[in-house]
């Protein structure tokens, strides 16, 4: 906390050394860097892809390598294609070198807040960098390969442009927004459109002359910013004129945007990103809503920050409308509110001399953030365990079941914090007491919700009752590719010459796991697999016909779960604290792998026999 006040309160043409020829803003911010690398990459590759990953990972390494098995595929995010060719080009085709693009995208999402730093101030731009890296809806989207992470880093790069264009009237600026424009519309997301509508709706509630330079020349380069854009975008969708066919999918970009309109994503409920908003970023909502309040309340409301406002809003009506949204796109909310709150942390720091009965001490305000943060954890675990004891209650309810112990705690905690409050505001004053106890909330919130997301992208990542994992790929998605390498291995010494017939889409999360055997052959019915050594086919009561004796185990590809209905009331707490539930998740996609007695056994096939 040194480091922030050191920042708040010296100006920007004095910089501390933390080393000869190293500032202490750089040292925080390669810190931070670290740890959002650590947080991102670690079993990034063990953690199976998503369906849409599937799909668009698919789509380039079937350009990438042309004896990949399955048809070609027309992907949703033309940037994305690009970056996956790229990347399987250098590394080859896994789900480390899948999901590294939006990696380095989200990485640069949270250094972002650099490029407003003479705006911001360098304090803010640091705080709403800590909060970016902390923030679990960013850190599930970053290590999950969402294309809406590219969306957001074009938005506030463009958003940028524009500013400094306003500032010093250089057509270079102008250009740079058009492009990162075109980029949003036509390269990133099939919500990219939207984005950039509700970056304009936002506008014009704040800013009256947006793309007035300050000189007042209001000469934007229109000719010149269209035609590098269509360079730019022309050059992407078809892989720098490598690949032709690339420009469809900027017509299956905007089709399936249209298409989010009216058909809901499966096993998606109506306004998912505010109820992910909701679970997840409690901290964004505390300080982005205190933001505003105090922002009203002192008159001190700017247009930065009623455009962060605006934004906000727009993205929470949008999340609640748009029925093809989807937990990633809780971003849009997200990213405007923890921009508003750096605002009121960086607020927070200075002394207060507001104190009624003596002088507050320096320590003051950190004591009182030490005491919440060790109540709240109390609290944390009280309330959990008397969840936990709800969970097992019988039915009917008996009060017998309950832990009496962890409610009374419960209970008893809640009066301290309120009582504490106003007995350090009779002695230190409202001031020094409030900003203390926003600190401490602050500082168990990051943590918390730290751990809410890792949980929801690492620990719990095959779990559909985690809220946002509502269809999880299963974990024996590596066991089934483990079994076909083991297979491969001793039928083909390693080598992919292994033939598996496949009854399974094309570009599904089976595919991408078949992408190492160019002799996959993807078939519509079993007959077609009749005979064959290796078969993968949809699990069903009866044993498929395939003209002989075969040996079959199952996994699971895909799990889902009923939601709320499946909750009672008392089950509530301990879903929304620890998202457990009474019922777990049942298989929504199987496949069973067959393989011929012959092959299992190591002897010969005679198909005449």
């Not at 809901?264 to 909502?285: H, K, N």
């Not at 962890?406 to 504490?420: R, T």
């Amino acid at each position: 906390m040194d480091t922030i006040q050191s920042l708040h309160t010296r100006p920007t043409h004095s910089v501390e050394r933390a080393l000869p020829g190293v500032s202490v803003e750089t040292v925080a911010y390669l810190a931070l860097v670290l740890l959002a690398l650590v947080l991102r990459v670690a079993q990034l590759d063990r953690i199976p892809l998503s369906e849409p990953e599937a799909r668009q990972a698919l789509a380039a390494w079937r350009v990438v390598d042309p004896a990949a098995a399955g048809g070609d595929i027309v992907p949703e995010s033309p940037l994305l294609f690009a970056l996956h060719a790229l990347s399987f080009s250098v590394l080859g085709a896994s789900e480390l070198s899948a999901r590294l693009p939006t990696l380095v995208g989200g990485m640069l999402l949270i250094l972002l807040p650099l490029l407003f730093r003479s705006w911001f101030g360098r304090a803010r731009s640091f705080l709403f960098s800590l909060l970016l890296t902390f923030s679990p809806v960013l850190l599930i989207s970053t290590r999950q390969g969402s294309p809406v992470v590219w969306s957001l880093l074009l938005a506030g790069v463009g958003l940028w442009a524009v500013l400094r264009y306003r500032e010093s009237g250089r057509s270079g600026y102008a250009m740079g927004a058009m492009v990162c424009t075109a980029a949003l519309a036509f390269l990133t997301d099939p919500t990219g459109p939207f984005l950039l509508l509700a970056l304009v709706v936002a506008s014009a509630a704040t800013f009256p002359y947006v793309l007035r330079n300050a000189k007042g020349d209001s000469a934007w380069p229109v000719l010149n910013g269209v035609l590098v854009s269509l360079l730019v975008v022309f050059t992407v969708a078809t892989l720098f004129m490598t690949y032709p066919p690339g420009l469809s999918a900027i017509g299956e970009l905007w089709n399936a945007a249209l298409r989010g309109l009216s058909v809901p994503r499966p096993d998606v409920p109506l306004a998912f990103p505010l109820m992910i908003v909701l679970f997840y970023e409690p901290l964004a909502l505390v300080l982005g809503i205190g933001a505003v309040v105090w922002a009203v309340r002192q008159d001190r409301w700017n247009e930065g920050d009623r455009f962060l406002t605006a934004l906000a809003a727009v993205g929470a009506v949008w999340g609640a409308l748009y029925v093809g949204a989807g937990a990633e796109h809780a971003l849009w909310i997200v990213v405007p509110l923890l921009a508003l709150g750096s605002g009121l942390l960086v607020r927070l720091f200075p002394r207060s001399e507001d104190a009624l009965w003596w002088a507050v001490p320096s320590w003051g305000k950190w004591l009182v953030a030490l005491i919440m943060v060790a109540l709240l954890c109390m609290f944390a675990i009280h309330a959990q365990t008397l969840a936990r004891s709800l969970l097992t209650a019988p039915d009917p309810f008996q009060f017998t079941a309950v832990n009496s112990l962890s409610l009374v705690w419960v209970i008893i905690i809640v009066l301290f914090v309120i009582i504490g409050y106003f007995l350090s505001a009779s002695v230190w004053g409202v001031g020094a007491t409030t900003q203390g106890l926003l600190l401490g909330l602050t500082g168990f919130l990051l943590v918390t919700s730290l751990g809410s997301g890792w949980r929801a992208a690492a620990e719990r990542s095959t779990d559909p009752v985690e809220l946002w994992n509502r269809r999880a790929i299963g974990g024996e998605t590596a066991a089934l590719r483990s079994t076909l390498h083991e297979i491969a291995k001793r039928e083909t010494s390693g080598f992919r010459d292994l033939t598996v017939y496949a009854q399974v889409p094309e570009d599904g999360v089976v595919a991408w796991l078949l992408r190492d055997y160019p002799h996959t052959v993807f078939v519509t019915d079993p007959g077609a697999a009749r005979a064959e050594g290796v078969v993968i086919l949809p699990t069903a009561q009866e044993l498929p016909d395939l003209g002989g004796a075969y040996v079959g185990d199952s996994f699971t590809i895909t799990r889902t779960w009923g939601g709320l209905r499946e909750l009672r009331l008392l089950d509530l707490p301990a879903w929304w604290l620890q998202m457990r539930s009474r019922t777990g998740g049942f298989a929504a996609v199987d496949v069973t792998l067959w393989l011929r007695q012959d092959i299992y056994d190591g002897v010969p096939f005679d198909i005449n026999q």
